[in-house]
Nanobody
Framework: QVQLVESGGGSVQAGGSLRLSCAAFGYTTRNYCVAWFRQSPGKEREGVAALYAGIGNTFYAPSVQGRFTISQDNAKSTRFLQMYDLKPEDTAMYYC?????????????????????WGQGTQVTVSS
């Protein structure tokens, strides 16, 4: 059974930075995708970044491109979301998710239906 544990959320002022961590337990292969999603009250869940654990190629949503970086520490099976230049609209609950790559896909995408395993979420609050 795969388990994902997030950490690193908190409160920052606009322009600040945070790094979220997602530790993955239970995988015996690196043929899987890891993605970060976020959701704030009254809004739909948004996929912000994805990474293919086996190769490390990445995907970013336009809303975070250039400000967020997804990366991994293979030795610890941990993935990170480094967030720079945070804005009040980045305020949300952030979730880590994992799942298999789409058949024939060149990489991983931040689409909810691609993901089976989800973490409990970590809150990010950005004040203006």
């Amino acid at each position: 059974q795969v388990q994902l544990v997030e950490s690193g959320g908190g409160s920052v002022q606009a322009g600040g930075s945070l790094r979220l961590s997602c530790a993955a337990f239970g995988y015996t292969t690196r043929n899987y995708c890891v993605a970060w999603f976020r959701q704030s009250p009254g809004k739909e869940r948004e996929g912000v970044a994805a990474l293919y654990a086996g190769i490390g190629n990445t995907f970013y949503a336009p809303s975070v491109q250039g400000r967020f970086t997804i990366s991994q520490d293979n030795a610890k099976s941990t993935r990170f979301l480094q967030m720079y230049d945070l804005k009040p609209e980045d305020t949300a609950m952030y979730y880590c998710a994992a799942g298999r790559p789409r058949t024939g896909a060149a990489g991983c995408y931040a689409t909810s239906s691609d993901y089976v395993y989800w973490g409990q979420g970590t809150q990010v609050t950005v004040s203006s």
